[in-house]
């Protein structure tokens, strides 16, 4: 079982920058994708950004693209999203997700949730 918890949201003007962190309670040396989620007031949740176990391969919302920054941390059991350039359309509540899954099985984890507002 892994807990997630993240942190690093808040509010912040256009064009500012902002570093969410997902803790995790375990080891994430087995979370084959880690990953970042977002969902604003009266939307569907989407994926903003995932990377695989080793950091090798990663993928990003196409509005995101050159702005967000997913990396990764085993070490630390730690997952980061750096977001730079943000625009009030990135207002939303982020949460990390960590997706763990073998041939027959497979565990999904949540966090709780961390909002960021952007607005001037």
């Known amino acids: 079982q892994v807990q997630l918890v993240e942190s690093g949201g808040g509010l912040v003007q256009p064009g500012g920058s902002l570093r969410l962190s997902c803790a995790a309670s375990?080891?994430?040396?087995?979370?084959?994708?880690m990953g970042w989620y977002r969902q604003a007031p009266g939307k569907q949740r989407e994926l903003v950004a995932s990377?695989?176990?080793?950091?090798?391969?990663?993928y990003s919302l196409d509005s995101v693209k050159g702005r967000f920054t997913i990396s990764r941390d085993n070490a630390r059991n730690t997952v980061y999203l750096q977001m730079n350039r943000l625009e009030p359309e990135d207002t939303a509540l982020y949460y990390c997700?960590?997706?763990?899954?073998?041939?027959?099985?497979?565990?999904?984890?949540w966090g709780q949730g961390t909002q960021v507002t952007v607005s001037s």
């Open positions: 997700n960590a997706d763990e899954y073998r041939r027959d099985w497979r565990n999904v984890y």
């Open positions: 375990g080891s994430i040396v087995s979370i084959n994708l």
């Open positions: 990377i695989t176990r080793g950091g090798s391969s990663t």
